[in-house]
């Protein structure tokens, strides 16, 4: 129908600004990282956040794919509690970019 039809494209949209976004992240660390030497246990810590980000990421792309070829998915609510996942993961990503605490 037209409105799976548009809800498809806008979630491909989405992911698609999620591959920019994502890239423009790992230039602008590994920038950090190479020419000010920004580094110390949070900054592991923080990157370890991250890759479990960029995996539920690419976990979300899967679910996105499965749409698009009509496949049976969960319901609403558990999408309403799996898009959480990522707030749960931006909070500390954030705090130990800024606060650097350890």
Do not use: Q
């Not at 790992?26 to 949070?42: D, N, Q, R, S, Y």
Request: glycine letters at 6%; charged letters at 15%.
């Amino acid at each position: 129908t037209a409105i799976r039809e548009r809800l498809l494209l806008m979630g491909r949209r989405l992911y698609k600004f999620g591959h920019i976004m994502f890239a423009f992240m790992v230039l602008f660390g590994l920038t950090l990282w190479m020419h000010f030497k920004i580094a110390g246990p949070w900054l592991h810590a923080k990157l370890v956040l991250v890759a479990i980000l960029f995996a539920f990421y690419i976990h979300s792309g899967r679910y996105l794919k499965k749409a698009a070829a009509g496949a049976t998915l969960p319901s609403s609510v558990f999408f309403r509690w799996y898009n959480e996942i990522a707030l749960v993961l931006a909070i500390p990503i954030i705090y130990l970019a800024v606060a650097k605490s350890f």
